[in-house]
């Protein structure tokens, strides 16, 4: 189940990255260990991105599959019901 394992480690790298943020913020860190930090940011950073880039590539060839190629967006179905 390699796609479970995907979410799992997208997971992951977001808890990281938020602990590190939350690490930053409290303003305790040398500069040496505050540029570790932020470069280790920017790594997971990317990781995140390029899964979830991955995960609306994959949504699109699901929703082109069966034929829906249009998809609305969540707003636009609360303005028409009131």
Do not use: H
Request: hydrophobic share 30%; proline share 1%.
């Amino acid at each position: 189940m390699p796609k479970k394992s995907n979410t799992i480690n997208f997971e992951k790298t977001l808890a990281e990255l938020e602990s590190l943020v939350e690490t930053m913020e409290q303003g305790d860190l040398s500069l040496e260990e505050s540029l570790k930090y932020f470069e280790r940011g920017i790594e997971l950073t990317k990781s995140c991105q390029k899964a979830l880039t991955e995960a609306e590539q994959k949504v699109k060839i699901l929703i082109e599959k069966q034929g829906n190629s249009q998809l609305g967006d969540f707003d636009s179905d609360d303005t028409t019901q009131d």
